[in-house]
């Protein structure tokens, strides 16, 4: 299938492994040339020789950023301007907050969650839209968790977060849509990921057994009987920000090998 999005400018943040690697890896597939973002400066560098197979140097920005912080985000998007003139795609991704029952969680880890995981979004959607309104083409795609759409206890601020993502994602999709801008959110299953291999750990600990039996554990639980490779979740992002998905908008998508069983 032809996405029609070669030479697209996309930005992915949180790029340099896991899901956000692979989503900007597939877009690169596709042609766009990136901008993307990471804390860590080793896995970025490591991200932008994997991107260069796909692209050449003059189509890939690797910015060290923090999605936590309001001025290493707009430093970013300066810096995506200054090189592509516009950003046509826009995919926020960030690592999981805190993990913790509710009564175990104090309002230090509330605040840090708000600003990683909700604010980042907020704020890099005030950046792109008007670019993107300008001409009448956007796609933006938040990548969020299932947790969304299913509670899980030990992920409270990741659930309420989350939740809340899926009510932008449709409230700004109603907002933006007469400027020819889409807005979806992709939401992510148990994937085998550094997040995954982490909250295994921690549940491996309060079950006394190992992290590999917690893994299995999960999978169990999956219609699909595995875990998601981060590729998996990639492609449907992908196609989200294609032109084979303009009339998609205002959705979160369960990517989740069939865990949620609501039927809406």
């Avoid at 805190?98 to 979004?121: C, H, I, R, Y």
């Avoid at 994602?169 to 933006?176: E, H």
Wanted: charged share 20%; net charge negative.
């Amino acid at each position: 299938m032809e996405l029609s999005i070669s030479g697209r400018v996309a930005m992915v943040a949180a790029a340099s492994k896991g899901i956000g690697k692979a989503i900007a890896i597939g877009l690169a597939e596709e042609g766009c040339r990136l901008s993307v973002c990471s804390r860590s400066a080793e896995t970025l560098e490591a991200a932008r020789q994997d991107l260069l197979a796909y692209i050449g140097p003059q189509d890939v920005l690797t910015v060290q950023a923090d999605v936590s912080s309001a001025e290493d985000l707009r430093v970013w998007y300066e810096r995506t301007i200054e090189r592509y003139k516009t950003v046509d795609i826009l995919v926020t991704n960030t690592g999981g907050p805190p993990a913790a029952k509710f009564m175990e969680l104090t309002d230090t880890q509330w605040e840090s969650g708000v600003e990683s995981t909700l604010m980042n979004v907020v704020r890099l959607c005030r950046m792109v839209i008007p670019t993107m309104a300008e001409k009448g083409w956007g796609r933006i795609i938040h990548v969020t968790s299932l947790v969304a759409k299913q509670p899980a206890d030990d992920l409270t601020i990741s659930s309420t977060l989350r939740t809340g993502l899926s009510a932008l994602t449709r409230t700004l999709a109603n907002q933006v849509g007469p400027d020819g801008i889409t807005v979806n959110a992709v939401l992510p299953g148990n994937t085998l990921t550094d997040r995954a291999y982490h909250l295994a750990g921690l549940r491996a600990k309060a079950q006394g057994i190992t992290e590999e039996e917690a893994l299995e554990q999960t999978a169990a639980k999956v219609p699909l009987r595995r875990l998601a490779e981060p590729r998996e979740i990639a492609d449907a992002v992908v196609y989200l920000a294609s032109e084979r998905a303009s009339y998609i908008t205002g959705v979160s998508l369960l990517v989740d090998g069939g865990v949620v069983q609501s039927p809406i």
